[in-house]
Each structure stands twice: as C-alpha cells, then as structure tokens.
C-alpha cells in the first residue's frame, strides 16, 4: 500500500446524508483504504484512489481543531461518526498517528465518537479510550468467525481472531462493544453452521445484540465483484440479486438487494439460532427499507433501538 499524504481544503466535520447517520456529523481521515473489500461500496466513488493507493489528509488534525475552536462550530458538535468511506485502524503508522490525534482532539473538547472497524485496534488507542469510556462507541464489524471468508471477501482486514480479541480488549478497557455482521454474503456465511459459530464466538464474549445486513451492490461493486472473486462465487452472488432495476436517481448511487426472500430466511436463521445464545439480531432497516428493521447506528440512537423512518433507506429513488 502507498500512502500519499495530501492537505483537505474542505471542512473536515461534515453531516452524512444517508441512512441511520444522516445528519450527524461525520469524519474522513483519509480516502481509500488497504484493506480492499472486495464488496466495498467507498471503492466505487468517482473520487476514490486505485487499489493500493491511500489518499491520507495530513492537516485534518489542525483543521480540526480550528473547527471545534469556532463557538458556531462547537455548540452543534456534541458527537461524531468516523470514516464512512474508510477505516480507522488500517495498518500504517501515518494513518494511525492522524486518527490518533484527531481522536484526542474531539475528547479534549468533550466530544464523543463512534467508529466502525474492519482492523485491529492498537494498544495507544485502547489506553486512549479507558479514560473516556462513556464517550466512544466502537463497533467491531465481523461477518465471519471463518478465517475462508475473510481471505477470499476481506483480503488485507484483520483475522477473526483480532477482530474478537477487539472486542476482549476494550470491554476490559471498560467500553461496550457493538457488533455490526454486515455485509451477510448469501450462501456463503448465511448457513446455520456459519451462524453457529459466529454467535457461539461472540456469547463467549458477553454480546447480547447484533446490528443485520445482507450485501447490496452498486454498479461499480458489481464490477468489482466479477475481478476479484473466483467465478463460481461470482455467479452464485450476482444470481441472488436477479435482474430487478436499479434502485436510484444517479448512477453513483444506484443499488440493487438481494432477493427478499433470501433476506427473511437468512434473517429469520440468524433469530433462531442467536436466541440459543442470549443474543437479540436488529435489522438495519437504512439497507433493508422493504423488511421491518431497528436503528442501527449508535448514533441515532444510543440506548433505544427503534423502527427506522422510512426517510432514512439508502435505497430511495
């Protein structure tokens, strides 16, 4: 992986405008990400760097800082979601030490934060967060306890086991973890004995919820798909979507489900066997807006799961 080190001239606190984080305040430290999901949406924007390349904002530090010193800034900035187009806790230093920094820059002003994370969390930021641990909210994403699934769709993310010891370390640090499986490959993590050891992996660690989704695809990861999975997988993944019309105004936001029926009985498995472990499923309703679904960001709302609006699917037209 290269990293290119560049200057962000836009603000660095942006509101999303999607889904379960929209209008809450969001961070990007860098474009482009090393660990290469092969279903990975952020891959496919028009402003997204080649494969291999990271497009890492080295003054957001600074930036930031200046935008929480602003008074008209800082009184609506109680709370912000990172990377919704990248990953905290990719591998190199440079990334790491802007993140780092950005993160201590937000508790110094007493503002909190969620994450979402495909990598392993380093010791520096574990210590970081057991000083404050009632203002971050990590999430650990883990679709597989199968270390097959996470070479052939994860290729450069961290192995289940560092994604489990994640969760160990910082509910030791005294955080509470969620849990994001998403996204749910179709056939291939959706079978029972899949499940079973995923949720048999995550009781042990004291998980009693889980945020749901199945893949969806744009355009651009259907491309993607078709380079970078074997064939055979391939198929079998594009069949389960069908020929139904894109869902969207653009072509940079058309999405397509997977079958309705695949989702509900896939859903209704992960249910039955999640309940033998003491372990509630919530549908993300923002990428399922045809099945009733909760709230699945931290964000939106931190103690109460709730039916989502409708206003809130990323599929709308």
């Known amino acids: 992986m290269t990293v290119v080190e560049i200057d962000r001239k836009t603000p660095v606190l942006h509101k999303a405008q999607f889904g379960c984080l929209r209008h809450t305040y969001t961070i990007n430290v860098a474009r482009g990400c090393e660990f290469l999901c092969?279903?990975?949406?952020?891959?496919?924007?028009?402003?997204?760097?080649?494969?291999?390349?990271?497009?890492?904002?080295?003054?957001?530090?600074?930036?930031?800082?200046?935008?929480?010193?602003?008074?008209?800034?800082?009184?609506?900035?109680?709370?912000?979601?990172?990377?919704?187009?990248?990953?905290?806790?990719?591998?190199?230093?440079?990334?790491?030490?802007?993140t780092f920094e950005a993160m201590k820059k937000l508790l110094e002003k007493s503002v909190g934060f969620s994450f979402l994370t495909k990598g392993r969390v380093p010791e520096r930021f574990i210590k970081l967060f057991s000083g404050h641990p009632e203002r971050i909210h990590p999430t650990v994403c883990l679709v597989s306890a199968r270390s097959g699934y996470q070479e052939l769709f994860e290729p450069q993310a961290a192995s289940?086991?560092?994604?489990?010891?994640?969760?160990?370390?910082?509910q030791a640090a005294g955080l509470k973890v969620n849990v994001r499986v998403d996204p749910i490959i179709p056939f291939i993590t959706d079978d029972r004995e899949?499940?079973?050891?995923?949720?048999?992996?995550?009781?042990?660690?004291g998980i009693k919820k889980l945020t749901l989704s199945y893949?969806?695809?744009?355009?651009?990861?259907?491309?993607?798909?078709?380079?970078?999975?074997?064939?055979?997988?391939?198929?079998?993944?594009?069949?389960?979507?069908?020929?139904?019309?894109w869902k969207?105004?653009?072509?940079?936001?058309?999405?397509?489900l997977a079958a309705?029926?695949?989702?509900?009985?896939?859903?209704?498995?992960?249910?039955?066997?999640?309940?033998?472990?003491?372990?509630?499923?919530?549908?993300?309703?923002?990428?399922?807006?045809?099945?009733e679904g909760q709230i699945c960001s931290t964000i939106s709302n931190r103690n109460h799961p709730e039916k989502v609006p409708e206003q809130l699917s990323l599929f709308q037209d």
């Open 194 to 205: 899949s499940i079973l050891d995923l949720c048999k992996a995550l009781a042990a660690r």
């Open 260 to 291: 309705p029926g695949i989702r509900k009985s896939g859903y209704d498995r992960f249910k039955a066997i999640a309940k033998d472990f003491g372990i509630t499923p919530l549908i993300c309703a923002c990428k399922n807006p045809d099945l």
């Open 38 to 98: 092969v279903y990975c949406y952020a891959r496919g924007y028009p402003n997204a760097p080649p494969p291999g390349e990271v497009l890492l904002y080295k003054n957001l530090p600074e930036k930031l800082s200046a935008e929480l010193d602003n008074p008209r800034v800082r009184t609506k900035v109680t709370w912000v979601s990172f990377n919704t187009a990248t990953d905290c806790f990719q591998t190199h230093p440079a990334v790491q030490d802007i």
């Open 248 to 256: 969207g105004s653009t072509n940079f936001i058309q999405s397509r």
């Open 215 to 245: 893949l969806h695809i744009r355009p651009a990861i259907l491309e993607q798909l078709s380079q970078e999975l074997p064939r055979t997988q391939f198929v079998l993944l594009k069949g389960c979507f069908g020929n139904r019309p």
């Open 160 to 170: 289940p086991s560092e994604r489990l010891g994640n969760i160990d370390r910082l």
